[in-house]
Nanobody, 114 residues
Framework: QVQFVESGGGLVQPGGSLTLSCTTSGFIFGNVVMKWYRQAPGQEREFVARIDTTGRRKDYAESVKGRFSISRNNARKMSFLQMNSLKPENTAVYYC???????WGQGTQVAVDS
């Protein structure tokens, strides 16, 4: 079945960096647009970044432009989210998702705190 497994979260100080990974299975990865979302405590889940099937087109939420970078490796069936200059307001559970599918993974917790 379709699965998304996020990893790489953790506790980081403001200004720090983290790279999140998304391991996928159950579908033809190279045919699917990949997205990252996040959900902060008490907030609704929100869009963070999107990458097309070739990896050439990338779109970002305004709040992360210039600091976050999405990428993918079609051979490894993985997507990544490089997060730089992290701020306390970036604290959230981060999820990856294939655009065609309703399935969500368990997410990975990112906490930005001094």
């Amino acid at each position: 079945q379709v699965q998304f497994v996020e990893s790489g979260g953790g506790l980081v100080q403001p200004g720090g960096s983290l790279t999140l990974s998304c391991t996928t299975s159950g579908f033809i990865f190279g045919n699917v647009v990949m997205k990252w979302y996040r959900q902060a405590p008490g907030q609704e889940r929100e869009f963070v970044a999107r990458i097309d099937t070739t990896g050439r087109r990338k779109d970002y939420a305004e709040s992360v432009k210039g600091r976050f970078s999405i990428s993918r490796n079609n051979a490894r069936k993985m997507s990544f989210l490089q997060m730089n200059s992290l701020k306390p307001e970036n604290t959230a559970v981060y999820y990856c998702k294939g655009d065609k599918y309703a399935t969500w993974g368990q997410g990975t917790q990112v906490a930005v705190d001094s």
